[in-house]
């Protein structure tokens, strides 16, 4: 079966320390990878993607992923983290199963940057 | 603004009432979805719609009922909904599975 995980529930990093939010998949075909972000009562808004290319894929607000095929993983990165960075984070992946093409969410992880 | 308007942005309704929540997006994009985000749950995939046609139907309950007139516009209509149904409802449409899915910002629904 096509899942995609998020292992934490909360990510909690000071200001300036580095983040990474964790996302593991498995799928049946190529995985074509996303990652939103999601701000209180909005909806999800586009960060990054990876379909196929260099391993280290570059997005908006200066996140990066690291797409590792040998561990199935898709981590979400930021170098310095920013209060305004707090909020809602999901990873996501096609769903080969599906012939509209829909995407498998995350539970989602809630990072929390500290001043 | 992400192109996809979800409206309206609140609605407060009662367990016998009958109302609409109306997704619009004229982004050209072929699919549309609707989707149920409670607090503390995962994402919760209610219908899908490509090209008008009804795809997926994830189980939900009949006093859910969708409507896409055309590949513009998703409705979803609410009849006898429970306390529980107390949700944001997201739609999100997308046009290629290589650029993943544009979502509205929501409608906050509350049922008392």
């Known amino acids: 079966a096509q899942s995609v995980a998020q292992p934490e529930d909360q990510v909690n990093v000071a200001e300036g320390n580095p983040l990474t939010v964790k996302c593991t998949y498995s799928?049946?075909?190529?995985?074509?990878l996303f990652w939103y972000v999601q701000y209180p009562n909005r909806g999800l808004q586009f960060l990054l993607k990876y379909i196929t290319g260099d391993n280290l894929v570059k997005g908006s607000y200066g996140f990066e992923a690291e797409f590792n095929k040998s561990q199935t993983s898709f981590h979400l990165k930021k170098p310095s983290a920013l209060v305004s960075d707090s909020a809602l984070y999901f990873c996501?992946?096609?769903?080969?199963?599906?012939?509209?093409?829909?995407?498998?969410f995350g539970q989602g992880t809630e990072l929390s940057v500290k001043p | 603004e992400t192109g996809v308007t979800q409206t309206p942005r609140h609605l407060v309704m009662g367990m016998t009432n009958k109302k609409s929540l109306k997704c619009e997006q004229h982004?050209?994009?072929?699919?549309m979805y609707w989707y149920k985000q409670s607090a503390k749950k995962p994402l919760e995939l209610m219908f899908v719609?490509?090209?008008?046609?009804?795809?997926e139907n994830n189980s939900v309950p009949s006093r859910f009922s969708p409507e896409c007139p055309n590949s513009s516009h998703l409705f979803l209509h609410l009849h006898t909904l429970q306390p529980e149904d107390s949700a944001l409802y997201l739609c999100?449409?997308?046009?290629?599975?290589?650029?993943?899915?544009?979502f509205g910002s929501g409608t906050r629904l509350t049922v008392v």
């Open positions: 996501a992946v096609r769903d080969w199963e599906n012939q509209g093409g829909k995407l498998i």
């Open positions: 999100a449409s997308s046009q290629d599975w290589t650029v993943g899915y544009t």
């Open positions: 982004l050209g994009h072929n699919a």
């Open positions: 719609y490509n090209f008008k046609e009804q795809t």
């Open positions: 799928v049946s075909g190529n995985p074509y």
